[in-house]
T-cell receptor
């Protein structure tokens, strides 16, 4: 079955540590996205990539970094510069701007800073 | 930029009809999405409107008025499993690969 796999599902981090969240898709989608969701709020865009080896900052990119070396993979690193990283992180993909750009989401990764 | 407004919470009775509104102010509009998100889970796609009018899909319908910057999601014959958050998202005109989400409306369906 095609889909998006995020790992880990739950992650605990000490202050000052960098952590990397994995996102892999086998949908052959061109575009991939990272969103952050805080309790009772909608999704805010961190980074997105519409093609391999290229990515753009979203609305809240500070303290995060990404790479897109392969079409299937779009890992997100939460750096120590992110002041309030505890949140639910969602990875998504779509066929890209050529189509309606409907997003397919992974199951999410919940990061807690201790 | 985009500004999207939705009611925070709504409550309805099983078997009833509920309408969830979404208003938006945008620098450029290129379509509006509705997603459903159950607690602790990922959002799933419900509907997409790019032209004015009503799109019907089973128990769910979505309406768009571009001139008014307004959309609604209509849920009929409510079931307990419809208790979830409903997210309105607007697609950017300049960067069609980017969508901005509202804060979502949490719907509680009661027996």
């Amino acid at each position: 079955d095609g889909g998006i796999t995020q790992s880990p599902k739950y992650l605990f981090r000490k202050e000052g540590q960098n952590v990397t969240l994995s996102c892999e898709q086998n949908l052959n989608h061109d575009a991939m996205y990272w969103y952050r969701q805080d309790p009772g709020q909608g999704l805010r865009l961190i980074y997105y990539s519409q093609i391999v080896n290229d990515f753009q900052k979203g609305d809240i990119a500070e303290g995060y970094s990404v790479s897109r070396e392969k079409k299937e993979s779009f890992p997100l690193t939460v750096t120590s510069a992110q002041k309030n990283p505890t949140a639910f992180y969602l990875c998504a993909s779509s066929i890209g701007s050529r189509g309606a750009n409907v997003l397919t989401f992974g199951a999410g990764s919940r990061l807690t800073v201790l | 930029g985009q500004n999207i407004d939705q009611p925070t919470e709504m409550t309805a009775t099983e078997g009833a009809i509920v309408q969830i509104n979404c208003t938006y102010q945008t620098s450029g509009f290129n379509g509006l999405f509705w997603y459903q998100q159950h607690a602790g889970e990922a959002p799933t796609f419900l509907s997409y409107n790019v032209l004015d009018g009503l799109e019907e899909k089973g128990r769910f319908s979505s309406f768009l008025s571009r001139s008014k910057g307004y959309s609604y999601l209509l849920l009929k014959e409510l079931q307990m499993k419809d208790s979830a958050s409903y997210l309105c998202a607007v697609r950017d005109r300049v960067n069609a690969g980017k969508s901005t989400f509202g804060d979502g409306t949490t719907l509680t369906v009661k027996p």
